[in-house]
């Protein structure tokens, strides 16, 4: 698979993004709104020892892309399916459809969340835009296209745009680190844990939200030149250059800026920039952070379509869905749903309604993945022998062991804060102030997806006679 455009296991789809471009995917997603937004947020909750909570977390996430490293080693790395291929495998179609189902929803409502995150950076960018609402919302929607005709032009444009941003992003963080080192003030890392042991948990799922993701350059293997040599380092190498850049980046941010005030700002790290950058180098990191949640709105808006594909091949979508074209060996289609059910979302005000399950979803998906890992040797045993990623087994059932037991620890954590909501603020409220559980929405999301999965097999299964091969005369 030398050329740029050697075949792809799914007909149709182009190979052509190479090393450069698949870290830049994946650091894309994953250095954006999650360390941008988020970790202001979590202030709230553990003040600056999400420093710590970031460490913290990194572990469980390495532990959890072994999964997808070995997994994407074999012939399967070879297609989009990513985690939904590989759990169909060894654990059945069923809990594999629901988990995609999931991580579709999930990705769509992160899509809305990114584009009005990447607005309200921009407006920082341009000090005398308007901040009003609609401002926002135009900016918000403005992006989604944007990066649909990215992605529709072909995969190769998403990867050459996806280089250019990331390398702006690099240099963004140098400037904003290196000298933010030296502008700290201790006073502001005390008290370290602000809300106590309870709060420092607390935060841990939240603040996953900076992880979670990582996996969706899964979903570009059957785009990447040499995808099964290439991507199961990458996913390594790549979680753990972004843990660090994670803690580096939270030192400065509430070393620089007190707690408080982080907390409040629209757009955290340009304020925290400006308080030891001149103006010009303050205004480059704020590019940075555009350049952050941009390189994520990118590498987001790929995946639900490249799901969709392998969907379709096992007769569990519309065929129409899994359209490629011819002209530029993308799926228009499934983007173009993509860019209008994110848009409805913006429009209408119901993000949380996509986004509420995102960290939830995520975290059983990766459960559900790591068991598949597990069980795989007996499950599949000449799909196990076929892997060629060079991870003592010892090492793949630790990993496997340890990531589950994170991935109950954060679903525990998130079950009892949605407990405790349940018991303060009555259905009718919720739903007024769309605070809805996770729970609540996985349930919702989870019954949905069960009764799409059992009327495309009925549907399937009414239309074998139908296609079945006629015998010879």
Known sequence: MSGGRAASAVPGLRRELGTLESYAALLGILIGAGIFKVTSESWVLTGPSVILAHA????????????????????????PGGEYTHISRTLGSGIAFVGAWLKI?????????????????????LPDAQGAAFVRLAIALASLVLFFLVHALGVRWFGRTQLGMVALLGVSLAVLILPGLFAIDPANYRPFFRGGVRGFAAALPPLFFAYAGFESLAQTAGEV???????????????????????????????VLPGPRLQASSAPMAEVGARYLHTGAAWFVTLGAVMAIATSL???????????????????????????????GTPVRGLALTLAIASALLVSGQVSLALGIAVVALVVLYFLHSLALLVLPRRDPA??????????????????????LAMAALLLLQGVSDVLVLREKPFAVRVATHSLT????????????????????RQAAAAAPRT????AE
Do not use: K
């Open 56 to 79: 913290v977390l990194a572990i469980p996430v390495l532990a959890t892309s072994v999964a997808y490293s070995v997994f994407l080693s074999t012939p399967l790395g070879t297609e």
């Open 105 to 125: 929803i999930s990705y769509v409502g992160a899509l809305a969340y990114l584009a009005l995150a990447f607005s309200d950076y921009l407006l920082a960018l």
């Open 225 to 255: 030149r040499d995808s099964r040599a290439r991507l199961p380092g990458i996913f390594l190498r790549g979680i753990a250059g972004t843990a660090v850049l994670y803690v580096l980046l939270s030192v400065v941010a509430f070393g």
């Open 298 to 328: 990118n590498a987001t808006m790929l995946v639900p379509s490249r799901l969709a594909l392998v969907l379709v091949r096992d007769g569990l979508a519309p065929r129409w869905l899994g359209a490629i074209s011819r002209a530029t």
């Open 383 to 404: 799909l196990f022998r076929s892997a060629a990623a060079s991870i003592p087994l010892w090492v793949q059932r630790t990993a496997g062991v340890v990531s589950m």
């Open 438 to 457: 996770a729970l609540e929405l996985m349930l919702a999301w989870c019954l949905v997806g069960a009764g799409m999965y059992g009327l495309a097999r």
């Open 468 to 471: 079945a091969p006629q015998p």
